[in-house]
């Protein structure tokens, strides 16, 4: 009857090409120290030998051990070398086969559980909003280039210096998934995440990140917050700041506001307040003159920057109403809040109210390619 052999099926067996029995034993001492006791014991090993045995339970490191019948332990590997991840021995009563490299003194995992490399584990985010953690079942130990990861964020970022720790490894910076810097509008709260491992670079990119499409608010009733001041107050006294990353942006406006008390005499001016670093702004501002809601010429002004321009002359009508359209382009060179504002010289004895119908519109600039650079 034929016998397998290194050499195929062969009618008789030479020993230098027979295949070596695999022997085989209950592993004993711990999930990663483990040992076993051979019949007939093992006395030495050999390049190539083959053992195998029933798990006494699945690893719990990325290096576990192994030492047949009291011999040296060595390392237990993987894939040529590299180390093994939690779970690689799956379970107790899990059989497993290790073949000996003499070269490098190390047991290769002849049969680790077949992870799923390209399919990313998932978790909810931990940690804080810019210092994310995520703990994954079955962790993972270590960072294959490729590897991914899913991860429910629990809040929007507040930096753009984002750094992600799976499963307690090193924390490694987040980028875009262009290899750009992430930007505080790319991650908000509730977004399930999809993070890959670059090794070369040490990072992880996201993959999906939400690239900013600009902002709109438009009152659909009267904001009554104004208040009967000479400092600046926003165009929208309800939640008046805007969140942007740094960047390029198209702007435009309609600023209705209006008094019924009041009689000192003062100007109106608009600016622009908020914690972001605007670097360059230019727009044109347009008002209309008088103080009624009527028929009157337009009064037209240009500014290249963000602190307070008088749009409006002196009034001292205690029923003002002032109309305002701006529009213009701006470079936040350092991510944060934008406000559109407004300010009186003199506190106007009457409290202002935002009219319904205010309207701030800014969104990022783009250039198409075969237009214009």
Not at 7 to 26: K, N, P, R
Not at 292 to 302: C, E, I, R, V
Not at 311 to 325: D, F, G, H, I, M
Request: glycine share 8%; proline share 5%.
């Amino acid at each position: 009857m034929p016998e397998v052999t290194t050499e195929g099926l062969v009618d008789s067996i030479d020993e230098s090409t027979a295949l070596q029995t695999a022997q085989w034993a209950d592993a004993a001492g711990s999930a990663d120290t483990i040992t076993a006791a051979y019949d007939p014991a093992i006395e030495e090993l050999t390049d190539g030998m083959i053992l195998g045995f029933r798990a006494s339970a699945a690893n719990a490191t990325n290096a576990p051990t192994y030492s047949p019948d009291s011999l040296t332990a060595h390392a237990i590997v993987r894939k040529g070398g590299s180390v093994l991840a939690p779970g690689d021995i799956p379970a107790a009563d899990a059989e497993v086969l290790v073949r000996y490299n003499l070269a490098n003194t190390r047991w290769e995992l002849v049969n680790p559980y077949p992870h799923l490399e390209a399919t990313a584990t998932y978790a909810i985010a931990g940690g804080s909003a810019n210092a994310i953690t995520g703990a994954f079942v079955p962790p993972r130990l270590t960072l294959e280039d490729g590897t991914r990861r899913y991860v429910r964020s629990t809040a929007a970022i507040t930096s753009n210096t984002v750094t992600f720790s799976p499963d307690g490894l090193t924390a490694r910076n987040i980028v875009r998934g262009d290899g750009t810097a992430l930007q505080i509008s790319d991650i908000v709260t509730g977004q399930d995440l999809i993070l890959e491992y670059d090794l070369a670079n040490t990072r992880w990119k996201l993959l999906n990140w939400q690239a900013y499409r600009g902002a709109f608010k438009r009152l659909i009733a009267d904001d009554t917050g104004g208040q009967n001041v000479n400092t600046a107050q926003p165009w929208f006294p309800t939640n008046g700041a805007v969140t942007l990353p740094a960047g390029e942006y198209e702007f435009e406006g309609f600023l209705w506001l209006s008094r019924s008390a009041g009689t000192t005499s003062h100007t109106t001016a608009i600016l622009f307040g908020g914690t972001a670093t605007i670097s360059v702004i230019t727009y044109l501002a347009m008002c209309k003159e008088g103080d009624a809601n009527d028929l009157q010429d337009m009064s037209g002004f240009a500014s290249a920057a963000a602190t307070a321009l008088v749009v409006k002359a002196a009034s001292t009508s205690a029923t003002e109403q002032v109309l305002v359209r701006v529009t213009g382009t701006l470079t936040i060179s350092v991510a944060g809040t934008i406000i559109p504002q407004f300010i009186y010289s003199a506190a106007p004895g009457g409290a202002p109210t935002a009219k319904a119908g205010t309207v701030f519109r800014i969104t990022p600039r783009t250039n198409p390619a075969g237009l214009w650079a």
